[in-house]
Each structure stands twice: as C-alpha cells, then as structure tokens.
C-alpha cells in the first residue's frame, strides 16, 4: 500500500502554545487528506477532511479556529493546534486518499500531551 | 446523519478458533472498507468492497458485503496470536466515509 509519514511521531507541550503536525503521502498524489483524533481503545474520530487548495470541510463540533488545516499541495497537509489545553492531549492521525470514496492510507499518528 | 454500528466491541478468542466481526449501516452503501489496528500502531486498509453479495478471501479472512449493501461482516477463520486489534469497517455512502466503533480481537494463546 501507499506509504503516509506524519511528523512528528510524539510532542508535549506547554499549555497555551501551539503545535503543527504534518503528514505527508510519499509516493502518491493525495487529493484528499484527513485528520482524526483517537482516544485510548476508542474509533476514529473524523475531525476535518481537506481537499489540495482549497478549505477544509469540519466535522460538527470541531473549532476550525482552534484546529487549523492547510493543504498547500498534493502530497502535504499539516493541522495545527492552537492555544494547546490538557484536553487536547490525544492521538490525532491523518490519512490521504485518492478521494472520498477511495480507500484511505494512514499516517503512523501522533501523540499530543499538553502539560 | 449516517451511522455504522460494529458488534462486538471485544472478543477473546483461544488461538484456533474462528472470528466474526459484523457491521451494520443506517444507509445503502456505496461501499464498505475493512482496516486493522494493531495495539500502538494506526489503522491499515485491508481490502474494499463494491458489489452486492460480494464476497472476497485474504488467506484465513473472508469478507462479506450484504445483498441490500447495508452490512458486512469480516471472518477469521483459526486465529492466530498474529491477528490481534482492532478490526473497523468504513462505509461510504453519499461521499462520506464513516467509521465503525470497531472490534477489538484478543486471541489467548
């Protein structure tokens, strides 16, 4: 399957401050890429699908001042978490796809800890 | 809005015996796609179904698509120790893509 590298793999940080993650699909052309967060033993939680160039779409509930997306290219988007709280803190994975209806490859995730 | 239900949430299995996972969607789907996740790591696809009825094998897993495109199940038949984690379906329908709740395989040695 397609390879999806998401950097970095583990951050703690300090409460107040922010945090990029990136995730990058390395040998396809993503046309689509999504974030999701994950509690311990829990489902994915779709947080915002992202389409290259163009907004992100939100899930219902999600800040989308709070949980910044970009999609500048095919290959790269990044989620930034501003303003980090305790309650952030959680397993945020992004997968890339070829679009919506096509299977999706996964990034190894990473750990957030705000302290 | 769309919702998929996947039972059970837990199965202990003694290593040997079989596996069944089912999933069940609110809406006609699309298609439905199985990934796994094993214990610390992120979810791998492991196969994609499209047609009604369909039915597809991946060595000791079978999968199954329903007759209506509302349900699926995945089998494994004689578990090993190797296929621990948790199993999720993703049904597309109307060009979302949702997640089960998933089912978490423990398999005793």
């Known amino acids: 399957g397609a390879v999806v590298s998401q950097h970095p793999s583990r951050v703690i940080c300090k409460s107040g401050t922010s945090v990029k993650i990136e995730c990058r699909s390395l040998d396809f052309q993503a046309t689509t890429m999504f974030w999701y967060r994950q509690f311990p033993k829990q489902s994915l939680m779709l947080m915002a699908t992202s389409n290259e160039g163009s907004k992100a779409t939100y899930e219902q509930g999600v800040e989308k001042d709070k949980f910044l997306i970009n999609h500048a290219s095919l290959t790269l988007s990044t989620l930034t978490v501003t303003s980090a709280h305790p309650e952030d803190s959680s397993f945020y994975i992004c997968s890339a796809s070829r679009g919506r209806i096509y299977e999706q490859y996964f990034g190894p995730g990473t750990r957030l800890t705000v302290t | 809005g769309q919702q998929v239900m996947q039972i059970p949430q837990y199965q202990h299995v003694q290593e040997g015996e079989d596996f069944t996972t089912y999933c069940n969607s609110s809406?006609?789907?699309?298609?439905i796609q199985w990934y796994k996740q094993r214990p610390g790591g992120h979810p791998v696809f492991l196969i994609q179904l499209v047609k009604s009825g369909e039915v597809k094998k991946q060595k000791r897993l079978t999968f199954q698509f329903g007759e209506a495109k509302k349900n699926s199940s995945l089998h494994i038949t004689a578990t090993q120790t190797t296929d621990v984690g948790t199993y999720f379906c993703a049904g597309n329908a109307g060009n979302m893509l949702t997640f089960g709740g998933g089912t978490r395989l423990m398999v005793k040695p």
């Open positions: 809406t006609t789907l699309s298609n």
